[in-house]
């Protein structure tokens, strides 16, 4: 355990269940993004290496075991989002520049390995989410910049290579979780004091409540199941909890789930090929996890 910014990374087996070391990244970073190429590759940006605020980017190669430097984003970002594109391009909005949050954005081409930068987005954002809608849009949600968290919500179109505004959360919400539920609506939970959830209807573009939580949380994690339902992991209330719920898109219900093992926030929850949900990592509050935990549906 460290509680240190890390450079290195690991490797679960589901099979063994076990992990092993990889190669690791050029540096350390906090507050950074991963994502999923669809050449198998993974993209992570920015974040904070513990005496700076980065615009670095690499690749990891998994045929291989390796990082190499990808080309550096136009802007320093931390605590900012990222999107894989329906065309295989990354977006990245807001974060964290170490003097102001950001309303830009930017996208990279694999291909090319050059970001560009796109529109802005009509509010500044860091602790916010991106999420890609089945049109092939995406949604930004709330967040915190020019002094306040934000109930706003914007999208980003590819095509046109714009934002325009969508219909308001009933909430501000920071650090809370979209999910993509079966039937193309985004739930939207945690994030603030509230234990209110709603749901996204982008045919429409408004929102509705949805249910409540048992417990306010943000920092936790969202997982949607194979059958529909959506287990809500971990975060950070008034403490850190090990409590979990479970979402019934159905009846716009939640249900207590089981406890987890430790409590966590800032974790990472990964739905495994055989519906399992694999926990990782995050905090107690007061230190550094290195543990791992699965979920049973």
């Known amino acids: ?13 589901p099979v063994t269940e076990t992990w092993t070391y990889t190669g690791n990244m050029s540096q350390a970073r906090d507050g950074h993004t991963a994502s999923l190429l669809q050449n198998g590759k993974v993209l992570v940006t920015g974040g904070n290496n513990g005496s700076e605020y980065l615009d670095s980017a690499e690749l990891y190669d998994p045929a291989i075991g390796t990082w190499q430097n990808a080309a550096n ?18 977006l990245v909005s807001g974060g964290y520049n170490g003097d102001v949050v950001l309303r830009t954005a930017e996208i990279y081409d694999p291909s090319t390995d050059l970001w560009t930068m796109v529109g802005n987005m009509s509010d500044a954002r860091d602790g916010h989410t991106m999420t890609m809608l089945v049109n092939g849009k995406v949604l930004a949600t709330g967040g915190f910049g020019d002094h306040t968290n934000h109930n706003t919500a914007e999208l980003y179109d590819p095509t046109a290579k714009t934002w325009r505004t969508t219909g308001s959360m009933r909430f501000a919400r920071q650090y809370h979780i979209d999910t993509v539920l079966s039937n193309g609506k985004i739930l939207v939970t945690g994030g603030g004091r509230s234990t209110d959830a709603e749901v996204y209807n982008s045919t429409r573009g408004y929102w509705k409540a949805s249910g409540r939580m048992k417990y306010a949380r943000s920092y936790h994690q969202a997982s949607l199941l194979p059958d529909g339902r959506v287990l809500i992991t971990g975060g950070y209330g008034e403490r850190t909890v090990n409590t979990t719920e479970l ?9 207590v789930g089981p406890h987890m093992a430790s409590a966590r926030s800032f974790h990472k929850a990964t739905i495994l090929k055989d519906g399992k949900v694999l926990v990782t990592g995050g905090s107690t509050g007061s230190r550094s996890l290195e543990t791992a935990e699965l979920y049973f549906p």
């Open 1 to 13: 355990m460290n509680d240190g910014n890390l450079n290195s990374a690991e490797l679960y087996d």
């Open 73 to 90: 984003m136009n802007d320093v970002r931390n605590f900012h989002a990222a999107c894989v594109l329906s065309d295989g391009r990354v």
């Open 247 to 255: 979402y019934d898109p159905s009846t716009e219900t939640f249900s």
